[in-house]
């Protein structure tokens, strides 16, 4: 049975890209004194995919996204990020990639005495090049982008939790970098808010077609990434047709003591006969 | 309290040595890369100069006074209270001035950097400005130790002043003595090598404060709770250092200078 096309656009700088995958990672190993949390990870994050990374607490998921983004180096083992071998990069090579590569953290990170219009136009702020006119453009694009243009003149701590994280995404996006990193971009929000940032990281996913890597502790965020898509004419998240779902470019990664136990999609993984990813995901 | 084996002990101590001199060494480096954020260094000339001149002067200007009243009582059995000037300036231009103003400066600003900086590392800022493609170090470190030393150099000298005024006053209402003679030995006294030696500290003392603050800030572990430690750990480590370093400047000095 032919699958049938998904209703999601092409449009997207990355269609063409110079190299097949965003993220490579080969036989990484990575130990804090003597507690080893990394004991040989490889996998690979193909253009226009997105990936979960599910795992208990302390099992190494946030360090993941701190290694692709050269803020923590490996023990052994490559890191390839956009087709360059970051491991060997000095930190300001590092730099000059990191322009490409957006992470939302956990705790959204905005810099507190900076207002959110402030935050969010940072990089731009900081190249010293970009016109003052063209920079509030983008701002007000990227903050429309999470339906937050009335914050911009606010202080991270006038927000909730869940704007701050909005914000936060708000400031990775307004570059279009090529790969993000969202580090439990939905931990500790309620369920509404949750649904919200889940579906501004499908509409990235769908509508601009950025390589995404996701850390997760809430299984339903990253089943709803595997059920739905993103439609742009209606401007919402929607359920996929029945057939559809193997079309989604969503895998899903599940780490134990420092060793990826699953690699694969959403069909594999409800299939998978091994007791403790059953009783993970359950 | 956890129990670690003295290697491990040696190890990490010459880990934070040499983090600590990759530190200081790349916050002079940066001055020569762009972009140089001028901004955010006449913004932490404002928060250290501004902030610390009305303590750095009342301090000075108390020692000054005691330092009168103190060599009054001891000069006056010698009957050599005319000289009295010459001991005011001397001590406070070669050391009380610009110690007091460092130890001064390092309680209240390496005290707030390690804090600043160690807040914004324990809430993920700091790998935040590493992620946006800005170098922590230039934007951050480079900044407040070009401030600190500049405005060090500059509240010694204020500082300096206030404790001669503090010494004239002493003079003057106490000692009932003839105050165009103390500031007349004040001026004949110092020599080059005085007001030399008197302004060198001040900016070594600057670099200390703000690498040590910075160091203690971006190196914080374990939470809030480790930002109260970083906090106090940079002002204890300031403050030792710059007595410390003192005695070591003061002889180098003497022997460059043959004084």
């Not at chain 2, 070669?94 to 900086?117: C, H, K, Q, Y």
């Not at chain 2, 993920?124 to 800005?134: F, P, Y």
């Not at chain 2, 005024?165 to 004040?186: C, E, M, P």
């Not at chain 2, 900016?203 to 709770?225: D, E, H, P, R, S």
């Amino acid at each position: 049975m032919s699958t049938p096309t998904l209703p999601i656009e092409n449009q997207s700088p990355a269609n063409n890209p110079p190299h097949a995958d965003a993220v490579v990672f080969e036989d990484v190993k990575l130990a804090f004194d003597t507690k080893v949390v990394l004991d040989g990870i490889s996998f690979r994050l193909a253009h226009g995919d997105t990936k979960a990374i599910f795992g208990v607490a302390g099992s190494g998921k946030s360090t993941i996204l701190k290694l692709a983004l050269g803020l923590l180096k490996p023990d052994a083992g490559r890191i390839t990020v956009l087709g360059e071998d970051i491991v060997s990069m000095k930190e300001d090579q590092l730099f000059e990639l990191r322009r490409k590569v957006g992470i939302v953290f956990q705790e959204s990170a905005l810099f507190d005495s900076l207002t959110v219009r402030e935050n969010v136009a940072y990089r731009l702020l900081e190249e010293g090049n970009i016109p003052e006119q063209e920079i509030e453009e983008r701002v007000r694009e990227a903050l429309s982008f999470v339906e937050l243009e009335h914050t911009v003149d606010m202080y991270p701590s006038e927000l909730s939790g869940g704007m701050r994280r909005r914000v936060g995404i708000a400031r990775t996006i307004i570059t279009h970098p090529e790969v993000l990193l969202y580090d439990s971009p939905t931990g500790g929000l309620d369920p509404v808010t949750s649904n919200t940032i889940i579906e501004l990281i499908v509409k990235q996913r769908d509508v601009y077609k950025t390589s995404s890597l996701l850390v997760t502790h809430r299984l339903q965020d990253a089943f709803t990434l595997g059920t739905h898509y993103f439609d742009r004419a209606e401007n919402k998240m929607k359920p996929l047709p029945p057939h559809t779902r193997a079309a989604v470019p969503m895998g899903f990664l599940i780490l134990r003591d420092g060793h990826i136990i699953f690699d694969g999609d959403l069909k594999t993984l409800r299939e998978t006969e091994d007791p403790y990813i059953r009783e993970y995901i359950s | 309290m956890e129990l670690i084996s003295p290697t491990q002990y040696a190890k990490e101590k010459v880990t934070s040595v040499q983090d600590y001199a990759v530190l200081a060494a790349r916050s002079l480096g940066n001055l020569f890369k762009r972009p140089l954020y001028i901004a955010d260094m006449i913004q932490q000339a404002d928060l250290i100069g501004f902030g610390s001149l009305p303590i750095v002067l009342a301090a000075c200007f108390f020692t000054g006074a005691a330092l009168a009243l103190n060599s009054a009582s001891t000069l006056d059995r010698f009957g050599a209270m005319t000289v009295i000037g010459q001991l005011v300036s001397v001590g406070i231009v070669r050391e009380l001035g610009p110690v007091l103003a460092g130890l001064v400066v390092a309680g209240r600003n390496a005290s707030g950097m390690a804090s600043e900086l160690g807040s914004m590392v324990v809430t993920e800022q700091i790998d935040a400005m590493r992620a946006l493609g800005t170098d922590p170090l230039k934007k951050l470190v480079t900044p407040r130790v070009v401030s600190t030393i500049a405005m060090l150099f500059f509240l010694t000298i204020l500082g300096d002043l206030l404790g001669l005024i503090g010494g004239a006053f002493v003079v003057k209402a106490v000692l009932r003595l003839d105050t165009h003679q103390y500031w007349n030995s004040t001026w004949q006294t110092l020599e080059f090598s005085d007001v030399f030696t008197g302004l060198t500290k001040p900016v070594v003392f600057g670099f200390i404060i703000a690498t040590i603050g910075c160091y203690y800030g971006l190196n914080t572990k374990g939470g809030t709770q480790g930002v109260g430690r970083a906090t106090t750990e940079a002002v204890v480590a300031a403050m030792i250092l710059i007595i410390a370093v003192d005695v070591f400047i003061t002889r180098l000095l003497m022997i460059t200078l043959g004084t």
